[in-house]
């Protein structure tokens, strides 16, 4: 059987990392593209030197030509301008929109086959965009926000709690923006609800409620949280991790249950957007879209979400 090959496009720092990780859990053989010349060819000629330390054998290759991506199984978009400090995500759309034509231009050309992961910004919008230019199937055409807005959620509930972050279970849902929805009544700590824990601990309902909605709004800013600290760019390794949980999926044939930006045909009363929802991931992409009751609350934050993602599609040119 053939090795695996992941195709990276963009040479910048979550690039840099997804390479890194990609090659330590030995998915495939990696190419990184950039139209800097001499970026991704020293970035993975850098990571290529340890192979021997970190104990992977994969071949890596920087490349400044779209036909070294030819044969790949999952490419990763990261192409595109990170935020600055005061920016919102929606900020990047003019000049990320001329990018990523090019850039789905180029998959469409040298990866006809390949699943596509988009982490560019402003996230729904790039993966609709880079849907429409290569034409692909939606089930092959996917963005990452969702494992890592679920992720941080997971991390400030296990801070808070004094628990194991590996013990907490909780999901995002909607677009990758401020109206995100982070579902707080399925949050749980190995089953347990998250707010029964908080009631507990602070036996006081408006209290634990209160602890709970900072919680929330925190991860519905924590992208910001990053720039703001960084000053010089945004968020790279989580982004990075996150993607890479979504491609061993589909490469693995994993079927692992993770929050996608897919794209909906009226599943939660959504038609012809892409919104982060729960989707099976394996080998042919998203097999399923997992739906369930939200409640009125719930229903009225994700509506919120949508109207936020529609609004900033139909600001695409
Ligand atoms: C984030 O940190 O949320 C990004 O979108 C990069």
């Avoid at 996917?142 to 991390?155: C, E, H, N, P």
């Avoid at 490469?251 to 729960?278: H, I, M, S």
Wanted: glycine fraction near 10%; charge should be negative.
């Amino acid at each position: 059987m053939a090795r695996k090959k992941i195709a990276l496009i963009g040479g910048g720092q979550i690039g840099g990392v997804l390479a890194q990780l990609a090659a330590l859990r030995e998915l495939g053989d990696v190419v990184m593209f950039d139209i800097v010349e001499g970026l991704p060819q020293g970035k993975m000629l850098d990571i290529a030197e340890v192979g021997s330390v970190d104990g992977f054998d994969c071949n890596l290759k920087g490349t400044n030509s779209y036909e070294d991506i030819k044969g790949s199984d999952v490419v990763i978009v990261t192409a595109g301008l990170p935020r600055k400090p005061g920016m919102s995500r929606d900020d990047l759309i003019e000049v990320n929109s001329k990018i990523m034509t090019s850039v789905a231009e180029g998959i469409k050309a040298n990866a006809p086959n390949a699943f596509v992961i988009v982490i560019s910004n402003p996230l729904d919008a790039m993966v609709t965009l880079c849907q429409k230019i290569t034409g692909f199937p939606y089930n092959r055409v996917i963005g990452q926000a969702g494992v890592l807005d679920s992720a941080r959620f997971k991390t400030f509930i296990a801070w808070e709690l004094g628990v194991s972050v590996k013990d907490v279970n909780a999901m995002t849902l909607g677009g990758h923006g401020d109206d995100m929805v982070p579902l707080v009544r399925y949050a749980s700590v190995n089953g347990i609800p998250v707010m029964e824990l908080l009631e507990r601990k602070y036996k006081d309902k408006a209290k634990a409620k209160e602890v709970m909605d900072a919680m929330v709004k925190r991860t519905r800013g924590a992208g910001g949280e990053v720039v703001a600290l960084l000053k010089t760019g945004s968020a790279f390794y989580s982004p990075a991790s996150s993607a890479i949980q979504m491609a061993e999926s589909i490469l693995k044939d994993q079927k692992r249950v993770l929050p996608t930006c897919a794209y909906l045909n009226g599943e939660f009363g959504v038609k012809g957007f892409y919104v982060g929802v729960p989707c099976v991931l394996g080998e042919n992409g998203v097999e399923q879209i997992l739906e369930f009751e939200l409640d009125a609350e719930e229903q009225a934050m994700m509506d919120k979400s949508v109207a936020a993602v529609k609004e900033l599609v139909g600001s695409m040119k």
